[in-house]
């Protein structure tokens, strides 16, 4: 049989024509592989407990690592300070805070918008100054008239949970500093300008210059923060990712090396 020029020709073009077919398939399959694989994307703001001001970057950087088209910005301060923040009209797309009763009262007003999930839990402890020079050694010391004593503002979350310690101690500290927050509350102490502070542990272990006295578990209790997604977010798959990954093993690892209770140990 005499192959023509044509029929060579033919042939030729047939086989461009399976290798353009074949080239956009496995193109197309890439594509939706990688679209599959594709984690969230975008930036979410998080406003969050002082208390989380330390271990959320470090759980958020983990997280852009592992996310690398997704960011994440954070904005701390007393969770009392959450509500009328976002009432003003603060952009938020997740909110965490440091006791059940802030986020109860963000959920009956109507500023969040998925079930708030406990993600840890704290405790407390006494900081004092370093080498301890005033020999505080129980709560029963706090009580002491030449102590300087601080205590976070009585509505503020770390000031909730101590007025319950003092009171389940049957103690009453007179004339107490009162601090706008737990990192005021510590930085105080660890100024030289307070005796002792009733602070979260997580605080106290985040502070070098203080050291910290234990108080019984008894006499302690346990904090719970809980996080949701906020109601006017524009980007609630990213807000519940980053929601469901502070639950990941890795994050609550975190989370214990900075003192604070995963629910594993609970």
Not at 134 to 154: E, F, G, M, Q, W
Not at 202 to 221: C, F, M, Q, R
Request: proline share 5%; charged share 20%.
């Amino acid at each position: 049989m005499t192959t023509t020029p044509t029929s060579i020709l033919y042939r030729f073009v047939v086989v461009l024509i399976i290798i353009a077919i074949t080239a956009v398939t496995i193109t197309g399959d890439a594509k939706k592989t990688h679209a599959a694989k594709k984690g969230p994307v975008g930036e979410i703001t998080v406003l969050a407990a002082s208390s989380l001001s330390d271990v959320l970057p470090k759980i958020g950087r983990l997280f852009e690592t592992q996310n690398p088209d997704a960011s994440i910005e954070f904005s701390f301060g007393a969770s009392s300070l959450i509500e009328p923040q976002l009432e003003a009209g603060v952009y938020a797309d997740v909110v965490a805070t440091a006791d059940a009763k802030t986020m109860a009262v963000l959920d009956k007003s109507g500023l969040i918008a998925s079930e708030p999930q406990i993600f840890t839990h704290n405790t407390f402890a006494i900081a004092v100054e370093k080498n301890n020079p005033n020999k505080i050694r129980s709560l029963r010391d706090l009580a002491r008239s030449n102590l300087k004593v601080v205590l976070c503002a009585p509505k503020v979350s770390c000031g909730l949970y101590a007025q319950r310690i003092l009171k389940r101690a049957d103690l009453a500290i007179d004339n107490p500093i009162f601090a706008p927050d737990a990192a005021a509350a510590i930085a105080l102490v660890a100024l030289g300008e307070a005796d002792a502070a009733l602070i979260y542990q997580t605080e106290i272990i985040s502070e070098p210059k203080v050291a910290s006295i234990a108080i019984p578990t008894a006499d302690n209790l346990n904090a719970k923060y809980p996080a949701a997604v906020a109601q006017g977010t524009e980007n609630r798959h990213l807000a519940r990712a980053f929601l469901k990954f502070l639950n990941n093993p890795t994050a609550q690892r975190i989370f214990d090396k900075a003192g604070f209770v995963s629910k594993a140990k609970l």
